[in-house]
């Protein structure tokens, strides 16, 4: 990201057993990890959540250099430690094809995992049981 792009703005709630996470702003894949993953993931280890949704409709991804496998490395390293029972990403479609490969590598790797276009669908999915 340069000087000149402002940070990325995230704001998250609970709903039941699920974190409710909302993004906006321009990022990368590297910011994304910093700023998203990493603290979303050590607020659900110390709560009671099992269930994980993060729209990313409002995110500006650069058109730089991506790096999936570690943002799908980082979750698998908190998944393990968190109560992370299902994962609802929700997407635009001009990055679909990037998330799709998240969700197959994590998928691949035991993470329940789903990707959405709308908020609605994804939360009532992830407090769902199973």
């Not at 500006?60 to 299902?86: D, M, P, Q, W």
């Amino acid at each position: 990201m340069t000087e000149n792009q402002t940070t990325l703005a995230i704001t998250a709630h609970q709903d039941e057993d699920s974190l409710i996470v909302t993004c906006a702003g321009p990022s990368d894949c590297r910011n994304c990890i910093d700023t998203l993953y990493r603290p979303t993931l050590n607020k659900m280890e110390d709560s009671e959540c099992t269930g994980l949704v993060i729209d990313k409709r409002q995110i500006f991804c650069s058109r730089g250099e991506k790096s999936i496998n570690l943002v799908a490395e980082t979750i698998l390293h908190y998944s393990h430690r968190a109560l992370l029972r299902k994962l609802a990403i929700v997407t635009t479609i001009e990055y679909k094809k990037d998330e799709q490969l998240l969700l197959e590598t994590l998928y691949q790797k035991g993470v329940n995992i789903r990707l959405f276009t709308e908020l609605e669908p994804a939360i009532y999915w992830a407090k769902a049981y199973p």
